[in-house]
């Protein structure tokens, strides 16, 4: 079974507008946390969001929030006033069990800002 | 802000030969991975190393594969007879592991393509 699936291969959002990239986990670790990256079409993995499994309230960092819905085991990332910029793929992973763990990875989703 | 440095950024190999791809963690960082991404796919986890040893491995992370960090500061990888389909983009990244979200730190990447 797929630990992490991210369902939308792509998205095309107009500028300035809020987009939600979807996530879902699967884990019966009850310590755990999750992460988005975004990748450019440069290649590298930029560290944009963490929530951890413990965590009350959801993880904000600037236009990004990771609204987590635990009993969904769900945990999207929502950018608000999208920019051209934010265009790349954008890849949510989980770590399992508190500590340095591995992540594991989705299959992305591909967003798309139009001007 | 001190960041995970790889070298080279791209390296080309013919099939059969020796490859080793070079990894700066952040300087205070414990926890040191490796993964990769074939073109158009999910990033795989391949090795995590803790206290000069291997922590984990998947199922990738075959006998062709090793890992070192002979200095103190570099983190390598070596293939010992790169195939075809160790095409893909390899990634560093490095955990602080102390009182931390765990947060994973990635490099910029090696493309290495096998001719």
């Known amino acids: 079974a797929q630990k992490i699936t991210q369902t939308q291969p792509g998205m095309f959002v107009q500028e300035k507008e809020a987009v939600t990239l979807d996530c879902t986990y699967d884990t019966s670790d009850p310590s755990y946390g999750l992460f988005w990256y975004k990748q450019p079409s440069s290649g590298e993995m930029i560290f944009l969001i963490y929530q951890g499994s413990y965590d009350q309230q959801n993880a904000t960092e600037g236009r990004y929030s990771l609204n987590f819905q635990k009993a969904r085991k769900s945990a999207n990332l929502v950018i608000s006033a999208s920019q051209l910029g934010d265009s790349a793929m954008y890849f949510c992973?989980?770590?399992?069990?508190?500590?340095?763990?591995?992540?594991?990875f989705g299959q992305g989703t591909r967003l798309t800002i139009n001007p | 802000e001190p960041e995970v440095t790889q070298t080279p950024s791209h390296q080309v190999t013919q099939m059969g030969q020796e490859v080793i791809l070079r990894c700066v963690p952040i300087?205070?960082?414990?926890?040191f991975y490796w993964y990769r991404q074939i073109l158009g796919q999910k990033v795989e986890f391949l090795v995590s190393f803790y206290n000069n040893e291997i922590s984990e491995k998947s199922e990738i992370f075959d006998d062709q594969f090793s890992v070192e960090r002979p200095d103190g500061s570099n983190f390598t990888l070596k293939i010992r007879s790169t195939k075809l389909e160790d095409s893909a983009m390899y990634f560093c990244a490095s955990v602080l592991g102390v009182r931390s979200s765990y947060e994973q730190y990635f490099g910029p990447g090696t493309r290495l393509t096998v001719t």
């Open positions: 300087s205070n960082h414990l926890y």
């Open positions: 992973a989980m770590r399992e069990g508190w500590g340095a763990q591995k992540l594991v």
